[in-house]
């Protein structure tokens, strides 16, 4: 069974940068794996902030950046504001048997 | 603008059947696929099923396949999931969602689905 994983929670002083990974139980993650982002507060849907792995969704400001570190893939957010506290849950394609599966997500404090 | 709105939930008994809707604006629904995801209580988001209309393919998640069924009615920008055999593990909030290069790029607000006696 694929599990994506995510680490459940995270803290980033206003102004700083953090960086959220999103792995695979087993294996790496890659370009081929299609990495997605989403932004969710509570009560509201999920908001996409990036597909194919670094490529900002309309609308999403510069700070939000995607990539692939090692072998995850990662959402940067440089300049973190106190609107930015926010469920984040990274989406991975995994063919066409198995589709996409969600991370677990991560719950992002800012104080 | 691109808009998506979910109807159709509600609460059914195990063992029932539900059909959400989800109708579109704002592009030409035609040419776009399109997915179900659903979200139980306090959990992450599931991805549920995917249709492209013009092709005829459609996927399932294991957790839904041989009981729920999507489809799609372009004449009306519409997609549906009809949910059969209901289970209270099938409690969620239930999203459409347009796929944009293998990922969703605008989402409906949600219809909530409780399965209970």
């Known amino acids: 069974q694929t599990v994506v994983t995510q680490e459940p929670s995270f803290s980033v002083s206003p102004g700083g940068t953090v960086t959220l990974t999103c792995g695979l139980s087993s294996g790496s993650v890659s370009p081929s794996h299609y990495p997605s982002w989403y932004q969710q507060t509570p009560g509201q849907a999920p908001r996409a902030l990036i597909y194919?792995?670094?490529s900002r969704s309309s609308g999403v400001p510069d700070r939000f950046s995607g990539s692939i570190l090692g072998n995850k893939a990662a959402l940067t957010i440089t300049g973190a504001q106190a609107d930015d506290e926010s469920d984040y849950y990274c989406v991975l394609y995994m063919g066409s048997d198995v589709n996409w599966v969600f991370g677990g997500g991560t719950k992002l404090t800012v104080l | 603008e691109v808009q998506l709105v979910e109807s159709g939930g509600g609460l059914v008994p195990p063992g029932g059947s539900l059909r959400l809707s989800c109708a579109a604006s704002g592009f030409t629904f035609s040419t776009y696929t399109m997915n179900w995801v659903r979200q139980a209580p306090g959990k992450g988001p599931e991805w549920l099923s995917y249709i492209n209309s013009r092709t005829g393919t459609i996927y399932y998640a294991d957790s839904v396949k041989g009981r729920f069924t999507i489809s799609t009615d372009n004449a009306k920008n519409s997609l549906y999931l009809q949910m059969n055999s209901l289970r209270a593990d099938d409690t969620a909030v239930y999203y459409c969602a347009r796929d944009f290069h293998y990922s969703f790029d605008h989402w409906g607000q949600g219809s909530l689905v409780t399965v209970s006696s």
């Open positions: 194919y792995t670094n």
